[in-house]
């Protein structure tokens, strides 16, 4: 059975920085485009970087210049290396395929960026 287990999150004072991991087990990872997502209070999940099985990525107009998405497939494991954080910028994290499948969604990692 898969499952993706994120790690990272915390609390944080505006322009700091963080870095969230997202552990997969099975072989979904090598395989396939992943993301990570956001759902700030109140507002729907949004995909805020992408991720390629070949390590192109690509950005949220939100993030992109302060956040970095990278990933080691031996490791099954994907990274967010968050900087120069926004309070805008909180909200829980989850990480899944590109485009993302119903059933993988976990419980996700808490970013609260304080002002």
């Known amino acids: 059975q898969v499952q993706l287990v994120e790690s990272g999150g915390g609390l944080v004072q505006t322009g700091g920085s963080l870095r969230l991991s997202c552990s997969a087990s099975?072989?979904?990872?090598?395989?396939?485009?992943m993301g990570w997502y956001r759902q700030a209070p109140g507002k729907q999940r949004e995909l805020v970087a992408a991720?390629?099985?070949?390590?192109?990525?690509n950005y949220a107009d939100s993030v992109k210049g302060r956040f970095t998405i990278s990933r080691d497939n031996a490791k099954n494991t994907m990274y967010l290396q968050m900087n120069s954080l926004k309070p805008e910028d909180t909200g829980v994290y989850y990480c899944?395929?590109?485009?993302?499948?119903?059933?993988?969604w976990g419980k996700g990692t808490l970013v609260t960026v304080s002002s």
């Open positions: 099975g072989s979904i990872f090598r395989i396939n485009a």
């Open positions: 899944n395929l590109n485009p993302p499948y119903v059933t993988y």
């Open positions: 991720i390629t099985r070949g390590g192109s990525t």
